[in-house]
């Protein structure tokens, strides 16, 4: 999975084999690692939430060294399900900022 940040947008590209693991799981992820010691790094996912957990819209967990975009299980099925390449939301953060989040299938340039 590729991961993007620039400024105030997140986004996640995904091959068509996650596309699958996530649709099959759930959940995909990643990490970058940045030193010789295990804690130097940073992971991030891909997680739909649970069907009976009531989310309208793409939330984000963030803790050190961890990323968690998190899914409403509706709009995931409709993603993998479907031809849709991607969806994107906007997460309210302090200071009335916004957090764009882009989740992508990475298709294959076919010309």
């Known amino acids: 999975m590729k991961l993007r940040i620039e400024d105030d947008t997140l986004r996640l590209r995904l091959s068509d084999a ?3 693991e996530f649709a099959d799981t759930g959940r995909v992820g990643g990490a970058v690692h ?7 790094q940073l992971t991030y996912s ?8 009531a989310a309208p819209a793409v939330r984000v967990r963030y803790a050190p060294g961890a990323l968690t975009v998190l899914v409403p299980g509706a709009l995931a099925d409709a993603w993998t399900g479907t031809d849709q ?3 994107s939301e906007h997460v ?11 989740v992508e299938k990475d298709l294959d340039c076919r010309h």
């Open 92 to 102: 309210a953060l302090a200071d009335a900022r916004q957090l764009r989040i882009l």
């Open 46 to 53: 891909l997680e739909r939430l649970a069907t009976d957990e």
């Open 18 to 20: 996650e596309v699958r």
């Open 85 to 87: 390449n991607g969806f």
């Open 34 to 40: 940045f030193g010789a010691s295990i804690g130097q």
